[in-house]
């Protein structure tokens, strides 16, 4: 799974709106948009938060391992 579906889909399952993470990471509603739709890549920094803001790990936002730390093939 790539990163835009996994953020978009994380977003969905905590029920916030894009603007509400948005102002929980304290960046532009535009930004997160963009990471959803596949336009942007983030900054490690963006990474980091989200990771943080999310509780999972960076691998899973980046597609390497699944939900349970399992690497994906």
């Known amino acids: 799974m790539l990163f835009h579906t996994r953020v978009k889909e994380l ?3 905590k ?7 948005a102002q929980a990471l304290r960046l532009p509603a535009s ?3 963009n990471w959803e ?5 983030t900054s490690f920094e963006g990474l980091m938060a989200l990771a943080k803001f ?8 980046l597609g390497m391992v699944d939900e349970f730390g399992n690497p994906m093939t």
């Not at 999310?54 to 936002?61: A, H, Q």
């Open 11 to 13: 977003r969905e399952e």
């Open 15 to 21: 029920g916030i709106l894009q603007k509400e993470l």
């Open 31 to 33: 930004q997160i948009c």
């Open 37 to 41: 739709r596949g336009k942007k890549r």
């Open 54 to 61: 999310f509780e999972v790990s960076t691998d899973f936002l």
